[in-house]
């Protein structure tokens, strides 16, 4: 079945550390975002890709970085430049906009300083 | 991209008809109306999407005025399952930037 994978659900990080959270497609998809979701609120926009080997920054792109060098594949990194970094961060991708079928999401890695 | 304003929380009760009203005034003649819907600890899910009058699929049904202006959300005899946060959002053509705002809370009681 096609989709988004995301890895790993969980992730704990200390501070100071960088880490980078995977995302994986095989739905064919020109476009791949990450978004930052804290508890109680809505998705905020981290960076956003449309092609390969280009990207843009979204709403919080401050102390993230990413990059694209595969079309089935958007890794981001959270930096120890991020000072509040314990979220829960979600994958997406899309054929374009507006697409048919909507945007599709993947499950999620849930990062926690510790 | 148009700013987008829907109720906080809404409760209901199985069987019943929900209807989510999002506000949207400032939308433009190229953008589509969509909707998702987020279960805890999971990715949001895509629901339906319209331009104008109504669409219906197997879950849902959009209304969208003339004006397009608002647009209704309507899940009909809710489950238990159904709830969930729904999140209304405004798309733009060649803008590939989707943003969301904190959604409808609803919950559905036995």
């Known amino acids: 079945d096609g989709g988004i994978t995301q890895s790993p659900k969980y992730l704990f990080r200390k501070e100071g550390q960088n880490v980078t959270l995977s995302c994986e497609q095989n739905l064919n998809h020109d476009a791949m975002y990450w978004y930052r979701q804290d508890p109680g609120q809505g998705l905020r926009l981290i960076y956003y890709s449309q092609i390969v080997n280009d990207f843009q920054k979204g709403d919080i792109a401050e102390g993230y970085s990413v990059s694209r060098e595969k079309k089935e594949s958007f890794p981001l990194t959270v930096t120890s430049a991020q000072k509040n970094p314990t979220a829960f961060y979600l994958c997406?991708?899309?054929?374009?906009?507006?697409?048919?079928?909507?945007?599709?999401f993947g499950s999620g890695t849930r990062l926690t300083v510790v | 991209l148009a700013k987008t304003t829907q109720p906080i929380s809404m409760d209901s009760y199985e069987g019943q008809e929900v209807n989510i009203t999002c506000s949207h005034n400032n939308i433009a003649t190229n953008d589509y109306i969509t909707w998702y819907q987020q279960f805890p600890s999971q990715g949001p899910r895509f629901i339906i999407q319209g331009y104008k009058t109504k669409v219906t699929n197997e879950v849902a049904s959009l209304f969208i005025p003339a004006d397009r202006k608002s647009s209704t959300l309507s899940l009909p005899r809710v489950s238990l399952s159904d709830t969930a946060v729904y999140y209304c959002?405004?798309?733009?053509?060649?803008?590939?930037?989707?943003?969301f705002g904190a959604g409808t809370t609803v919950t559905v009681r036995a």
């Open positions: 959002l405004v798309l733009r053509s060649n803008d590939y930037k989707l943003s």
């Open positions: 997406a991708s899309s054929s374009g906009t507006p697409s048919p079928y909507g945007y599709t």
